[in-house]
């Protein structure tokens, strides 16, 4: 089946710093990308919609000058937090659209990030 | 109001019950339904699509009544490896689409 990547699976950084959380699609074309967050005993919750080769679609309360979206290819899309805080704590699960496939998602394994 | 609600449980059953999770929805333009699992800290994967004829797969049958915007899924003969937190899942769409996840349904299956 289809694998989607994300690195690094865990993080942990000091209050402030910047940090960059990568999801590659290894053998699909991804036109679609998407970035969730769960916080504890929440449900995942969509952060934004990224296109290859145009802006990301923010969710309502995404500030998109923290949380900056690149999807410069077909294969790679990164976000980075920056200027991480404490309440930025969380996991990060991006999943891709298969270009090909109407239907299905893939789901990365997730980046903990935990912000001291 | 969420979009997709559930109870959080958790389920404890023992080995071999039959256990069964409902879940609603709020927004009348979902178009495709699923259940997914998720175990402790691990990315949600996905279990079953749902269908308005209900379908099975396995132990797993699923069930979807779009006119009262309600979901349920239904384990036969537990085991100790379902344990999980059961997600519902509605997408407004296609593929391109986003996923909107309910905070999902604790499972413990206890031998």
């Known amino acids: 089946g289809a694998v989607v990547s994300q690195h690094p699976s865990r993080v942990i950084c000091k209050s402030g710093t910047s940090v960059k959380i990568e999801c590659r699609s290894l053998d699909f074309q991804a036109t679609t990308m998407f970035w969730y967050r769960q916080f504890p005993k929440q449900s995942l919750m969509l952060m934004a919609t990224?296109?290859?080769?145009?802006?990301?679609?923010?969710e309502q309360g995404v500030e998109k000058d923290k949380f900056l979206i690149n999807h410069a290819s077909l294969t790679l899309s990164t976000l980075t937090v920056t200027s991480a805080h404490p309440e930025d704590s969380s996991f990060y699960i991006c999943s891709a659209n298969w270009a090909s496939s109407t239907d299905t998602q893939y789901f990365g394994p997730g980046t903990r990030l935990t912000v001291l | 109001r969420k979009e997709v609600e559930q109870d959080p449980g958790p389920f404890n059953v023992p080995e071999g019950a039959t256990v069964a999770f409902n879940c609603t929805y709020s927004n009348s333009a979902s178009q495709s339904f699923f259940w997914y699992r998720q175990d402790c800290r691990k990315e949600p994967k996905l279990l079953m699509s749902?269908?308005?004829s209900g379908n099975e797969d396995g132990r797993f049958t699923a069930q979807l009544n779009r006119a009262s915007q309600y979901i349920s899924l239904l384990i036969r003969d537990s085991k100790l490896s379902d344990s999980a937190t059961y997600l519902c899942v509605v997408r407004e769409g296609g593929g391109r689409r986003a996923l909107t996840f309910g905070s999902g349904t604790r499972l413990q299956v206890q031998p």
């Open positions: 749902v269908y308005s």
């Open positions: 990224s296109n290859e080769g145009s802006k990301a679609t923010y």
